[in-house]
C-alpha cells in the first residue's frame, strides 16, 4: 500500500510539471498583444519653440501671385496665422489687397465668401487643431475638412508646414506694408519716368516691381517692353529691358537691401549677371521707398 501511494504521488507530480511545461510553451509561441501609440505632434505636446515662423514659395505663380506663411509660437503652441501673397507687380498684399474690395472672388467668380475669409477660416482650422497634417486636401488642393472653404490650401499646408520644420528666424528690419517711390520729372531725353514699388511680409521684401511712365501716356515701359513695342534686342542687347529688369528685382529681393548692390558711377552694374541697363534710377527709388519701412 505504502508503495501504492507513493506511485501515485509520482504519476500526479509529472502531470503537473507537464501542464506547467504546456503553459510556458504556449506563452512563449504566442506573441504578446501588440499596441499603437496614438499619434502625437510636437505641436500638440508644446514642443515648438517659442517664436516667429515664415516661408514663402521660391517663385511667382502664372497668375501673378506668391504666397507665404507667418506663423507665432507662444508657449509652444501655435498662437496666430497669417496667410498672404505677394504679387510681382510689387503693391498690397494678396490679403489688404482683398480686404480693400479690389480682389472680389465673390463678384468676379460667384465664390461663396471673399478670399481673405476663406484664408482666415484656414488660419483659425490650423490653430485649433495644432496639426498641419489635419488640413487634408486632394490632388487639386482642395480640402473637406474645413466648412465654407472652397480656395486650395495645399499652398498653405505646403509652407506651414515648411515653416514650422525650419525653425523660429528673426522678422526683417522693415514695416509690412506697400511702398511706392518715383522719379519727381520725366527724363528729357527718353520721356520716361521710373517708378518703383515694394511690398513687406514679415519685415522682408517679397515682392518689388521697377517699370516707368511716360511724358506722352500709352502703356508702360514693362508692358511695351513685354509686348515687343521698346525692342532693345533689335538695337542689339542680350535681352529685352523688362527681361533685365527682373532680375534686378530678384537680386533685391535675394539681397533685401539695395545698398548691396553695388552700381557704377555710369549707373550701369557689374554685380548682376545679364543686366546691362542703367540700375542706378531704381535702386535709388527703393532706398527712397524703403526710407518710411524703417
Same mark, same amino acid.
Not at 32 to 50: E, F, H
Not at 146 to 154: T, Y
Given at each position: 500500500?505504502?508503495?501504492?501511494?507513493?506511485?501515485?504521488? !509520482? /504519476?500526479?507530480? $509529472? +502531470?503537473?510539471?507537464?501542464?506547467?511545461?504546456? &503553459?510556458?510553451? #504556449?506563452? %512563449?509561441?504566442?506573441?504578446? @498583444?501588440?499596441?499603437?501609440?496614438?499619434?502625437?505632434?510636437?505641436?500638440?505636446?508644446?514642443?515648438?519653440?517659442?517664436?516667429?515662423?515664415?516661408?514663402?514659395?521660391?517663385?511667382?505663380?502664372?497668375?501673378?501671385?506668391?504666397?507665404?506663411?507667418?506663423?507665432?509660437?507662444?508657449?509652444?503652441?501655435?498662437?496666430?496665422?497669417?496667410?498672404?501673397?505677394?504679387?510681382?507687380?510689387?503693391?498690397?498684399?494678396?490679403?489688404?489687397?482683398?480686404?480693400?474690395?479690389?480682389?472680389?472672388?465673390?463678384?468676379?467668380?460667384?465664390?461663396?465668401?471673399?478670399?481673405?475669409?476663406?484664408?482666415?477660416?484656414?488660419?483659425?482650422?490650423?490653430?485649433?487643431?495644432?496639426?498641419?497634417?489635419?488640413?487634408?486636401?486632394?490632388?487639386?488642393?482642395?480640402?473637406? !475638412? /474645413?466648412?465654407? $472653404? +472652397?480656395?486650395?490650401?495645399?499652398?498653405?499646408? &505646403?509652407?506651414? #508646414?515648411? %515653416?514650422?520644420?525650419?525653425? @523660429?528666424?528673426?522678422?526683417?528690419?522693415?514695416?509690412?506694408?506697400?511702398?511706392?517711390?518715383?522719379?519727381?520729372?520725366?527724363?528729357?531725353?527718353?520721356?520716361?519716368?521710373?517708378?518703383?514699388?515694394?511690398?513687406?511680409?514679415?519685415?522682408?521684401?517679397?515682392?518689388?516691381?521697377?517699370?516707368?511712365?511716360?511724358?506722352?501716356?500709352?502703356?508702360?515701359?514693362?508692358?511695351?517692353?513685354?509686348?515687343?513695342?521698346?525692342?532693345?534686342?533689335?538695337?542689339?542687347?542680350?535681352?529685352?529691358?523688362?527681361?533685365?529688369?527682373?532680375?534686378?528685382?530678384?537680386?533685391?529681393?535675394?539681397?533685401?537691401?539695395?545698398?548691396?548692390?553695388?552700381?557704377?558711377?555710369?549707373?550701369?552694374?557689374?554685380?548682376?549677371?545679364?543686366?546691362?541697363?542703367?540700375?542706378?534710377?531704381?535702386?535709388?527709388?527703393?532706398?527712397?521707398?524703403?526710407?518710411?519701412?524703417?
Amino acid at each position: 500500500m505504502k508503495k501504492l501511494s507513493m506511485l501515485l504521488a !509520482a /504519476i500526479m507530480l $509529472v +502531470s503537473v510539471l507537464a501542464a506547467c511545461g504546456s &503553459k510556458a510553451n #504556449d506563452e %512563449a509561441s504566442t506573441p504578446a @498583444p501588440t499596441t499603437t501609440p496614438a499619434a502625437s505632434s510636437d505641436v500638440a505636446q508644446g514642443t515648438l519653440a517659442d517664436g516667429n515662423y515664415f516661408a514663402q514659395e521660391d517663385k511667382f505663380e502664372d497668375s501673378g501671385w506668391k504666397y507665404m506663411v507667418e506663423i507665432e509660437v507662444k508657449d509652444g503652441k501655435i498662437a496666430n496665422v497669417n496667410w498672404t501673397g505677394a504679387n510681382k507687380d510689387g503693391g498690397m498684399d494678396k490679403k489688404a489687397l482683398d480686404k480693400a474690395g479690389k480682389y472680389g472672388m465673390k463678384e468676379k467668380a460667384k465664390a461663396q465668401a471673399e478670399w481673405y475669409e476663406q484664408a482666415e477660416k484656414v488660419e483659425k482650422f490650423l490653430i485649433e487643431k495644432q496639426d498641419v497634417k489635419a488640413i487634408t486636401f486632394d490632388d487639386k488642393g482642395k480640402t473637406d !475638412a /474645413i466648412s465654407g $472653404v +472652397s480656395i486650395s490650401v495645399n499652398a498653405f499646408a &505646403k509652407l506651414a #508646414d515648411q %515653416a514650422l520644420a525650419a525653425g @523660429p528666424v528673426a522678422k526683417g528690419p522693415y514695416k509690412d506694408g506697400t511702398y511706392h517711390a518715383e522719379q519727381k520729372a520725366f527724363d528729357e531725353k527718353s520721356g520716361w519716368k521710373s517708378t518703383a514699388d515694394v511690398t513687406i511680409v514679415n519685415g522682408q521684401i517679397v515682392a518689388a516691381n521697377w517699370n516707368a511712365v511716360h511724358k506722352d501716356g500709352g502703356d508702360d515701359k514693362k508692358k511695351q517692353s513685354i509686348d515687343g513695342k521698346y525692342g532693345m534686342k533689335a538695337g542689339g542687347a542680350s535681352a529685352e529691358w523688362h527681361e533685365q529688369a527682373a532680375l534686378v528685382e530678384a537680386e533685391l529681393l535675394a539681397k533685401q537691401d539695395p545698398a548691396k548692390i553695388a552700381v557704377k558711377e555710369d549707373g550701369k552694374t557689374d554685380a548682376i549677371s545679364g543686366v546691362s541697363i542703367h540700375v542706378s534710377d531704381f535702386m535709388t527709388l527703393v532706398q527712397e521707398a524703403l526710407a518710411s519701412a524703417k
